[in-house]
């Protein structure tokens, strides 16, 4: 009977240590993320912590990182269907357990390094810094393309009304009808949306310098000038 039990729990304890990692391939399944969105997929592939599939609603190829998910559950390569639930380990939880054992139940969370993955992770994590710059930098765009077009337009009616230009008989003055206000719209729309740009640009680029820099402790450098008996010197502190 000893043995019996002994046998179970350690068939327990493979069965939920099996379930606490994502699975490397999938034909199809159901991911929920960390902001409750339900996506069914199918082909899914895991690896370096990115998990790309194919959604099977609008039939493309999507993908998302590990630290997105909040629930899984998918088909394995025998065709019986497994669940995974994402578990919060910190070093934390493990207190008086092995250093070593420590170590490896702790989550390891990966450091993206490419600006695009860690664009691209901004937005799934609807970072409000990185967003609020891309709507600004989109609306700039806007301005840029109508404030250009208006230019276009206004010199398209310039030319046109100076090659439909009337000699009055007796003054022998022209009388054009053309108007630069278009124009004047246009360079005015053109100058704000370059400014907006710019704006949007450099907080888009803020909020990816800022991931890049978590968790990355600056050192602060204090000096001070000390006197006694034997003179004056300088102290350094870091």
Same mark, same amino acid.
Not at 166 to 179: H, I, L, M, P
Not at 197 to 226: D, F, N, P, R, W
């Given at each position: 009977? %000893? &043995?019996?039990?002994?046998?179970?729990?350690?068939?327990?304890?493979?069965?939920?240590?099996?379930?606490? @990692?994502?699975?490397? #391939? /999938?034909?199809?399944?159901?991911?929920?993320?960390?902001?409750?969105?339900?996506?069914?997929?199918?082909?899914? %592939?895991?690896?370096?912590?990115?998990?790309?599939?194919?959604?099977?609603?609008?039939?493309?190829?999507?993908?998302? $990182?590990?630290?997105?998910? &909040? /629930?899984?559950?998918?088909?394995?390569?025998?065709?019986?269907?497994?669940?995974?639930?994402?578990?919060?380990?910190?070093?934390?939880?493990?207190?008086? #357990?092995?250093?070593?054992? %420590?170590?490896?139940?702790?989550?390891?969370?990966?450091?993206?390094?490419?600006?695009?993955?860690?664009?691209?992770? =901004?937005?799934?994590?609807?970072?409000?810094?990185?967003?609020?710059?891309?709507?600004?930098?989109?609306?700039?765009?806007?301005?840029?393309?109508? +404030? +250009?077009?208006?230019?276009?337009?206004?010199?398209?009616?310039?030319?046109?009304?100076?090659?439909?230009?009337?000699? @009055?008989? $007796?003054?022998?003055? #022209?009388?054009?009808?053309? /108007?630069?206000?278009?124009?004047?719209?246009?360079?005015?729309?053109?100058?704000?949306?370059?400014?907006? &740009?710019? @704006?949007?640009?450099?907080?888009?680029?803020?909020?990816?310098?800022? $991931?890049? #820099?978590?968790?990355?402790? &600056?050192?602060?450098? /204090?000096?001070?000038?000390?006197?006694?008996?034997?003179? =004056?010197?300088?102290?350094?502190?870091?």
């Amino acid at each position: 009977m %000893k &043995k019996l039990i002994t046998a179970l729990a350690i068939a327990f304890g493979a069965f939920c240590f099996s379930q606490s @990692s994502l699975p490397q #391939s /999938s034909p199809k399944g159901t991911i929920i993320t960390k902001t409750n969105q339900t996506i069914e997929f199918k082909n899914l %592939k895991f690896e370096k912590g990115k998990i790309t599939y194919i959604d099977k609603n609008t039939n493309t190829e999507d993908f998302l $990182y590990d630290n997105s998910v &909040k /629930s899984m559950s998918y088909q394995d390569n025998e065709g019986n269907m497994q669940t995974y639930k994402a578990q919060d380990y910190v070093a934390e939880d493990f207190k008086g #357990s092995n250093p070593e054992l %420590k170590s490896t139940k702790s989550k390891t969370v990966l450091k993206l390094t490419s600006d695009r993955e860690i664009k691209d992770f =901004l937005i799934q994590n609807q970072n409000q810094a990185y967003l609020s710059g891309k709507r600004l930098n989109n609306t700039g765009t806007a301005f840029l393309i109508g +404030g +250009g077009a208006c230019v276009i337009i206004g010199a398209a009616i310039n030319l046109s009304s100076a090659d439909s230009v009337t000699v @009055s008989e $007796y003054n022998q003055k #022209s009388d054009s009808k053309g /108007s630069p206000i278009p124009i004047i719209i246009g360079l005015a729309g053109m100058g704000v949306g370059a400014v907006m &740009k710019i @704006s949007g640009h450099s907080q888009m680029k803020k909020a990816v310098e800022a $991931y890049k #820099s978590a968790g990355v402790k &600056k050192t602060t450098t /204090s000096y001070y000038a000390l006197a006694d008996n034997k003179g =004056l010197g300088l102290q350094i502190k870091f």
